[in-house]
């Protein structure tokens, strides 16, 4: 993400490292120096990682995942070099996609709390997630993914970005729609009675 920012063979290296991309870069390390450390201490079976990933719902999950991520980085490309749609770079926008992914970076914090009480046990079968964020929303952590995606294309001002919402909400929705009955085979008649209870993704919504 840096790399594309940053303004190669121009006088001015870090004129797009702004107050927006700054903090957004800085929002996005920290939890991933985190994590990488907390799993350095926590070793985790390779089941249960394709438990936790979804890839067990959803075999080729990660790889369509790692597909758009890596086309992401178009959305700091333009917004370094391309500028495809300057009328969106509006600083009242983007303070809102800002403020928006803090929210969602503690959103997703919390939900990761309770994701590995899930996965505390040696055994690759979860728990049954009901408290926290979960009380409400069956997929808080995709909830927060869908959200982030929208609060990144607010914040970059991009075109690109707008345009990348479309297959990430898809390929989410597909995954619930997999993990769902994956957990059902997994959980019964006490998933459905959780299903009942909760919301996909937003409560009153969906």
């Given at each position: 993400?840096?790399?594309?920012?940053?303004?190669?063979?121009?006088?001015?290296?870090?004129?797009?490292?702004?107050?927006?991309?700054?903090?957004?870069?800085?929002?996005?390390?920290?939890?991933?120096?985190?994590?990488?450390?907390?799993?350095?201490?926590?070793?985790?079976?390779?089941?249960?990682?394709?438990?936790?990933?979804?890839?067990?719902?959803?075999?080729?999950?990660?790889?369509?995942?790692?597909?758009?991520?890596?086309?992401?980085?178009?959305?700091?490309?333009?917004?370094?070099?391309?500028?495809?749609?300057?009328?969106?770079?509006?600083?009242?926008?983007?303070?809102?996609?800002?403020?928006?992914?803090?929210?969602?970076?503690?959103?997703?914090?919390?939900?990761?709390?309770?994701?590995?009480?899930?996965?505390?046990?040696?055994?690759?079968?979860?728990?049954?997630?009901?408290?926290?964020?979960?009380?409400?929303?069956?997929?808080?952590?995709?909830?927060?993914?869908?959200?982030?995606?929208?609060?990144?294309?607010?914040?970059?001002?991009?075109?690109?970005?707008?345009?990348?919402?479309?297959?990430?909400?898809?390929?989410?929705?597909?995954?619930?729609?997999?993990?769902?009955?994956?957990?059902?085979?997994?959980?019964?008649?006490?998933?459905?009675?959780?299903?009942?209870?909760?919301?996909?993704?937003?409560?009153?919504?969906y």
């Amino acid at each position: 993400m840096l790399a594309c920012l940053i303004q190669w063979g121009k006088p001015s290296l870090w004129t797009r490292i702004d107050f927006f991309s700054g903090a957004y870069l800085l929002m996005r390390i920290l939890p991933f120096l985190r994590s990488m450390l907390s799993r350095a201490k926590v070793p985790v079976s390779s089941q249960q990682q394709r438990e936790r990933w979804g890839s067990t719902a959803a075999p080729g999950w990660v790889n369509w995942a790692l597909a758009l991520t890596i086309a992401d980085l178009a959305v700091f490309l333009d917004y370094g070099h391309w500028h495809l749609a300057p009328s969106l770079e509006r600083p009242s926008a983007q303070a809102f996609g800002l403020l928006l992914s803090l929210a969602i970076v503690v959103w997703l914090r919390w939900t990761e709390r309770y994701l590995g009480k899930a996965f505390a046990d040696k055994d690759p079968r979860p728990i049954l997630m009901r408290s926290g964020p979960f009380r409400r929303v069956r997929h808080p952590y995709y909830a927060g993914a869908m959200m982030q995606k929208i609060a990144v294309a607010l914040l970059f001002a991009s075109a690109v970005g707008w345009l990348l919402v479309v297959p990430w909400w898809v390929l989410i929705l597909r995954q619930i729609r997999l993990e769902e009955a994956h957990l059902h085979k997994l959980f019964g008649h006490e998933y459905e009675a959780y299903a009942r209870q909760t919301a996909r993704l937003a409560p009153g919504i969906y």
